[in-house]
């Protein structure tokens, strides 16, 4: 029984298979072998495109991803008056120096976390009034920490349904400096959007940290984008306070790497499949992606990863190995890619500290509880991850939560079982619409 009802009108124009009800994946007859490239990271890119909206002059970024995230994020700077142009894989970004050229218009930030995040800031230095809506889910996504510090800071809020929540209008004359505390236990992404407008401030910003901070690495790959585009940072000692200088980005030609997150699932079918798997496009030792952590962990399974330059191939293993535990905090999109290769493990596999993915796309940890469960798989649920005993999954319809990565992690599981459907494939297309299709071209059975 399907239980989620899309939100349709999250997916972009650079969405796909939103008419299909349900994916098959079926074993493949060999071991998959193959190289591929995937599409830009999703972090990077709208870094990136907000960065280079706020930058003075044009900025070339080339390797963006095309996906409803990224959609949604040029299509609010578009609405901003930012002249935005892409072509192909390359977005042509007019900067326009911090003062957004339509200082009101309705914007819609679809179910991306990023935009949703990195936006109220970027709009809170300007002078305006932007009535800012989202996805049904992304309006139930936490925003109060980053949107109580941007009152503090000038800017004000009407929020149409609940407090904290989109939708909203935000009325803007101005960010003011000086100090703001922000706690990081929910989402990094609150640290990430101050930051991203800091340089903007009316006065230089302090950011104070309150308590420890989840998927901390990307807070570091927004300090080092904005270094990349002439802001440096400083940060203290115990990485709790962060003063960002007043100033303008500078805008410049930009190479993004392609999304480690979306790599996992392809060396994970190498993993899965006793195969080999080389992507191309990520220097294993430079990213600034934490999800790289996934070699490590395919190497602590049984899997051999070898590292070259731009290039990271995996060999799967006869026999995946399990028996750990793993603290996911740090790296938690990866939970549900691990959970699943966990069924065919030796031993059962733990992955906690990741309470905060509750709050991600869909409660991640009772929906990859749930869909296990329908397969027969034996999981104990924490409050902070789960664990996944090694078993035999019956073929059946799984729910992918209308969460690309949900669907993205069930799919492993058709390269070993028979008749395992997914529901909504077309959810795939927040990150990476072409997913099936890659599986196909490496030659895995995939019907609509
Ligand atoms: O800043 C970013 O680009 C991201 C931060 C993380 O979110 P949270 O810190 O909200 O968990 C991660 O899960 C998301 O996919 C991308
Ligand atoms: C949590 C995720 O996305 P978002 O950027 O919407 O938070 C994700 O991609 O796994």
Not at 92 to 109: K, R
Not at 170 to 179: C, M, R
Not at 280 to 299: F, N
Request: net charge negative; glycine share 10%; with cysteine.
């Amino acid at each position: 029984m399907i239980t989620v009802h899309p939100d349709f009108e999250a997916r972009s124009p650079w969405s796909a298979n939103n008419d299909r009800l349900e994916v098959r994946v079926s074993p493949p007859k060999s071991a998959v072998q193959g190289t591929i490239r995937v599409p830009g990271s999703k972090s990077l890119t709208n870094r990136a495109l907000i960065i280079a909206a706020l930058a003075i002059g044009k900025s070339e970024l080339h390797g963006i991803l095309k996906s409803d995230d990224s959609y949604w994020c040029i299509d609010s700077l578009t609405k901003l008056g930012v002249a935005a142009a892409v072509q192909q894989e390359t977005a042509s970004i007019e900067g326009c120096g911090g003062v957004w050229p339509n200082a009101s218009a309705n914007l819609y930030v679809g179910a991306a976390g990023t935009v949703a995040r990195f936006l109220p800031g970027a709009l809170a230095i300007g002078h305006g009034k932007w009535s800012v809506s989202g996805s049904k889910r992304m309006s139930e996504r936490p925003q109060a920490p980053l949107l109580a510090s941007l009152t503090k800071l000038g800017a004000t809020f009407e929020y149409s349904i609940s407090e904290y929540s989109l939708p909203y209008k935000l009325h803007a004359s101005g960010l003011n400096g000086g100090e703001v505390t922000i706690p990081g236990n929910t989402s990094s992404q609150f640290l990430s959007g101050l930051l991203i407008a800091a340089p903007y401030a009316k006065e230089q910003l302090t950011i104070r940290i309150d308590g420890e901070v989840v998927q901390r690495d990307y807070v570091q790959m927004t300090l080092d984008m904005m270094a990349d585009f002439g802001i440096k940072a400083e940060v203290s000692q115990d990485g709790q306070s962060i003063t960002v200088p007043q100033g303008n980005y500078e805008a410049r030609t930009y190479q993004l790497e392609p999304d480690v997150s979306t790599c996992c699932y392809f060396w994970a079918i190498a993993a899965l499949t006793g195969g080999h798997i080389r992507t191309e496009g990520i220097q294993a030792s430079r990213t600034s992606q934490p999800d790289i952590e996934m070699l490590h962990v395919l190497e602590q399974m049984g899997c051999t990863v070898t590292k070259g330059e731009n290039v990271v191939e995996v060999q799967g293993t006869d026999q995946l190995k399990g028996g750990f535990t793993l603290s996911m905090k740090k790296w938690s999109d990866q939970t549900l890619t691990i959970a699943a290769m966990a069924v065919f493990a030796d031993g059962p596999i733990t992955l906690k500290d990741a309470a905060h993915i509750r709050h991600h796309e869909c409660d991640r940890i009772a929906a990859i509880c749930a869909e296990l469960t329908k397969l027969g798989i034996q999981v104990e649920e924490h409050q902070d991850g789960l664990t996944v005993h090694p078993g035999a999954p019956v073929a059946t319809l799984v729910d992918s939560h209308d969460d690309h990565r949900m669907a993205m992690a069930l799919s492993l599981i058709g390269l070993r079982v028979h008749d395992i459907r997914i529901s909504d494939p077309g959810c795939v297309s927040k990150t990476c619409p072409g997913y099936f299709e890659q599986l196909a071209g490496l030659g895995i059975r995939v019907n609509y």
